[in-house]
């Protein structure tokens, strides 16, 4: 089975912009969405970000306007644009593949700080 690998996080000034990307290494079958969540301490895990099969996306209320995702789902890649970054966006993001009939697949997670 596939995996996920996710690349692009770090530390961004507040007001900053960072671009994390992700595509499958192997075969990963069935897949119908792909899209990002995010994970901050003490909070629950967010979806940030989608895009499906037919090309319609989705954008969570608290990044629309700053954040944009793009992918190709034949080819198993997504990727987000985030901009305007404040420190309310830190947090692990995590890359995830939507399948048809099967579990989803998670990618290890990348770390996003916004501070000063």
């Known amino acids: 089975q596939g995996q996920l690998l996710e690349s692009g996080g770090g530390l961004v000034q507040p007001g900053g912009s960072l671009r994390l990307s992700c595509a499958a290494s192997?075969?990963?079958?069935?897949?119908?969405?792909m899209g990002w969540y995010r994970q901050a301490p003490g909070k629950q895990r967010e979806l940030v970000a989608r895009i499906r099969s037919g090309g319609d996306t989705y954008l969570s209320a608290s990044v629309k306007g700053r954040f944009t995702i793009a992918g190709d789902i034949v080819k198993r890649t997504v990727d987000l644009q985030m901009n305007s970054l404040s420190p309310e966006d830190t947090a692990v993001y995590l890359c995830?593949?939507?399948?048809?009939?099967?579990?989803?697949?998670w990618g290890q997670g990348t770390q996003v700080t916004v501070s000063s």
């Open positions: 995830y593949a939507h399948r048809i009939g099967r579990v989803n697949l």
């Open positions: 192997g075969s990963i079958f069935d897949v119908y969405a």
